[in-house]
Nanobody, 122 residues
Framework: QVQLVESGGGSVQAGGSLRLSCVAS?????MGWFRQGPGKEREGVAA????????YYADSVKGRFTISRDSAKSTLYLQMNSLKYEDTAMYYC??????????????????WGQGTQVTVSS
């Protein structure tokens, strides 16, 4: 069992930046960030193999968000720049095996954090 604890959410104006962090209690080969906005289904944002060799991004965040991992700190990051109103959501960290389809950002990781809220005002 791996526990995940997110932090770094908050309120920001459109065009601003935030960095989310997720501390993991154990090792997993793949990790990702997902989000769920009001009245919306959970969607994948970005995912990474924890050796850093492969990353995937949703089209809606490409060029604005960067996923990274610091193995020494067992921490996953999501740097979010040029935030838009539509980025408003609860953001979740997830982790587990590099299951088939993880690159398509399907929400099939077995371990999930409790979420951190990101609110972008226009």
């Amino acid at each position: 069992q791996v526990q995940l604890v997110e932090s770094g959410g908050g309120s920001v104006q459109a065009g601003g930046s935030l960095r989310l962090s997720c501390v993991a209690s154990g090792y997993t080969p793949c990790m990702g960030w997902f989000r769920q906005g009001p009245g919306k289904e959970r969607e994948g944002v970005a995912a990474i193999r924890t050796d850093g060799s492969i990353t995937y991004y949703a089209d809606s965040v490409k060029g604005r968000f960067t996923i990274s991992r610091d193995s020494a700190k067992s921490t996953l990051y999501l740097q979010m720049n040029s935030l838009k109103y539509e980025d408003t959501a609860m953001y979740y960290c997830a982790a587990g095996p590099c299951y088939p389809g993880w690159g398509r950002l399907s929400p099939s990781f077995p371990y999930w954090g409790q979420g951190t809220q990101v609110t972008v005002s226009s």
